[in-house]
């Protein structure tokens, strides 16, 4: 089974920050890796597939890239409503396992 | 887009339980779906997959035997039957649909989530 590895596991920027979420996969993936958004108590959201296609109705500070088995979701300007925790996830084999998740709070 | 999901309870260990996700405003018997899984307080798990036509099927190691996905297309329904149910199976169960076209892929709809408590 493909692994994903998510860092840091936790992250406190303030409004305005440019932050970034890094995922790495175990093996190869070319770009079949998805970002969602959770918050507390909630669905997740997609914000991302294809590495690097946003989703529609996402907003484009959220950005992703990478390909093979690094990858990053950046938000360029962080604001209050993007508390909550992300998760990337590998589609390229089954099991579509996610990362272990990061946890995103504001200062 | 809709997925309602019903269902979930609280069971005892070895017990069994059978969810549903009832599907509409788009073409179910087209679209590949999935279930998910949240424990209390943890990340997302993938639990099983199924086609759109049901040829197909992938279960997570750790329900590999115990639980069985499928689906009536004309009903709209996708289903989890999970048999010899143990505390670890406690969790939020989600069900995803997967982009028309592909049966592995990310999930663009999820359910509203399934509360699943195994505990005597």
Not at chain 1, 14 to 20: A, F, L, W
Not at chain 1, 54 to 64: A, D, E, H, I, N
Not at chain 2, 35 to 63: I, N, T
């Amino acid at each position: 089974d493909i692994q994903m590895t998510q860092s840091p596991s936790s992250l406190s920027a303030s409004v305005g920050d440019r932050v970034t979420f890094t995922c790495r996969a175990s093996q190869g993936i070319t770009t079949h890796l998805a970002w969602y958004q959770q918050k507390s108590g909630k669905v997740p959201k997609l914000l991302i597939y294809g590495a690097s296609t946003l989703q529609s109705g996402v907003p484009s500070r959220f950005t992703g890239s990478g390909s093979g088995t690094d990858f990053t979701l950046t938000i360029t300007s962080l604001q209050p409503e993007d508390v909550g925790t992300y998760y990337c996830q590998n589609y390229h084999s089954a099991p579509q396992t996610f990362g272990q998740g990061t946890r995103l709070e504001i200062k | 887009v809709q997925l309602v999901q019903s269902g979930g309870g609280v069971v005892q260990p070895g017990r069994s339980l059978r969810l549903s996700c009832a599907a509409s405003g788009f073409n179910f018997y087209t679209y590949a779906m999935h279930w998910v899984r949240q424990a209390p307080g943890k990340g997302l798990e993938w639990v099983a997959l199924m086609s759109y036509d049901g040829s197909s099927k992938a279960y997570a190691d750790s329900v590999k035997g115990r639980f069985t996905i499928s689906r009536d297309n004309s009903e709209k329904t996708l289903y989890l039957q999970m048999n010899s149910l143990r505390a670890e199976d406690t969790a939020v169960y989600f069900c995803a649909r997967v982009p028309v076209g592909f049966t592995s892929g990310w999930h663009d709809y999820w359910g509203q989530g399934s509360q699943v408590t195994v505990s005597s």
